[in-house]
């Protein structure tokens, strides 16, 4: 699977969109991208996926780059209750094994 | 969707000593995964049980010490085995492949996890 990168923190003010970033050069043509998050003390939430195309639903955005080098997650207004530590994972669709980088930890401030 | 529960929720065990963990699922699922994740730290898969054959174990993580049981579609256990303070973790299930007219896959379901100190 796709090693992803991610920042390691970002803020964002409370009803605004935010915007989190994931580099993923090294996709391969048949991984999704997808995304989870972790609130503090909580298991894991999966949150959206897609392959090519850009992914909508009532949660967030995705969207994938042409060349599906990186992606961006969006959630269009935020509030405190995303703040979390949120995973961009690379993942082959015959292949349910998630693998868990350091994610960014979005702080969503009032 | 599916609604995941474990128990014990938390406990504090004392070394050399084991502790299973329960993770009950409310509707059928076919595949089901144990997490670990230590302080401060992401995610590490443990191993994925499906029902019906032995569970697959990923790199680092051996039978002996986190025997798993998988007897149908809506129950796993994982035992620690002969813990040492360095297992103290949250230790997590999470499920694919949920039964909801057919079993629909891409969306795992994450329990809410097993706090475990050990002393």
């Known amino acids: 699977d796709a090693k992803t990168t991610q920042p390691t923190s970002m803020d964002c003010a409370e009803g605004r969109a935010a915007n989190l970033p994931c580099n993923h050069s090294?996709?391969?043509?048949?991984?999704?991208v997808y995304w989870y998050r972790q609130i503090h003390s909580q298991g894991p939430q999966y949150i959206i996926h897609?392959?090519?195309n850009n992914e909508t639903n009532e949660m967030a955005s995705l969207i994938i780059t042409e060349d599906r080098k990186s992606s961006t997650l969006i959630l269009p207004h935020a509030t405190l209750r995303d703040t979390a530590v949120y995973y961009c994972?690379?993942?082959?669709?015959?292949?349910?094994?998630?693998?868990f980088g350091k994610g960014t930890l979005l702080t969503v401030n009032p | 969707s599916a609604v995941i529960s474990q128990k014990p929720s938390r406990d504090i065990c004392q070394r050399g000593t084991s502790l299973t963990i329960q993770c009950q699922v409310d509707?059928?699922?076919?595949?089901m995964f144990w997490y670990r994740q230590q302080p401060g730290q992401s995610l590490t898969l443990i191993a994925t049980?499906?029902?019906?054959?032995?569970?697959?174990?990923e790199s680092g993580f051996v039978i002996d010490k986190f025997p798993i049981s998988r007897p149908n579609l809506t129950f796993s256990t994982l035992t620690v085995s002969n813990m040492s303070p360095e297992d103290s973790s949250i230790y997590l299930c999470?499920?694919?492949?949920?039964?909801?007219?057919?079993?629909?896959?891409?969306?795992?379901?994450f329990g809410p996890g097993t706090r475990l100190t050990v002393l």
């Open positions: 049980a499906n029902q019906g054959s032995e569970a697959t174990y």
């Open positions: 897609g392959l090519k």
């Open positions: 994972i690379g993942l082959e669709g015959s292949n349910y094994k998630l693998t």
């Open positions: 090294t996709i391969s043509g048949n991984e999704y």
């Open positions: 999470s499920v694919d492949g949920w039964l909801a007219g057919g079993f629909a896959y891409n969306e795992q379901f």
């Open positions: 509707s059928q699922v076919t595949m």
